[in-house]
C-alpha cells in the first residue's frame, strides 16, 4: 500500500550572506518568487545547471527561473539532503 507521501524533499539552509539578501526583500511579490525557487530546489536539488569552470567541491549550481525573474547560487550536500543557498537575486 502507497504511503500517500510524495518524495523527501531536502531542507534549505543559507550562507551569512544569503541571509542578509534575504532580509532585503521586500515586496510579496519577491518573497513568493524566491519561495517557488526554493520549493523547486527543495524537490529537485539537480534542477539548476554546473557553472562552467568551477572545479570546487561540493559543486556550485545556478537555478534561474526567468518567468519569476529568480536566480539562486547553491551547491548540495553529499548526501543530497541539504541545499545550501550562497547567493539570491530577485
Known sequence: MASGH???RARVAF???AAKQLEELTTE???H???RALVAL???PD???????GTS???LRRYVDEIEGV???YYVTALRTVVVVAYVEV
Open 6 to 8: 510524495g518524495p523527501r
Open 15 to 17: 550562507s551569512d550572506s
Open 29 to 31: 511579490r519577491e518573497i
Open 33 to 35: 518568487a524566491l519561495d
Open 42 to 44: 527543495s524537490v529537485d
Open 47 to 53: 534542477s539548476g545547471t554546473p557553472i562552467p569552470g
Open 57 to 59: 567541491r561540493p559543486e
Open 71 to 73: 536566480r539562486v547560487l
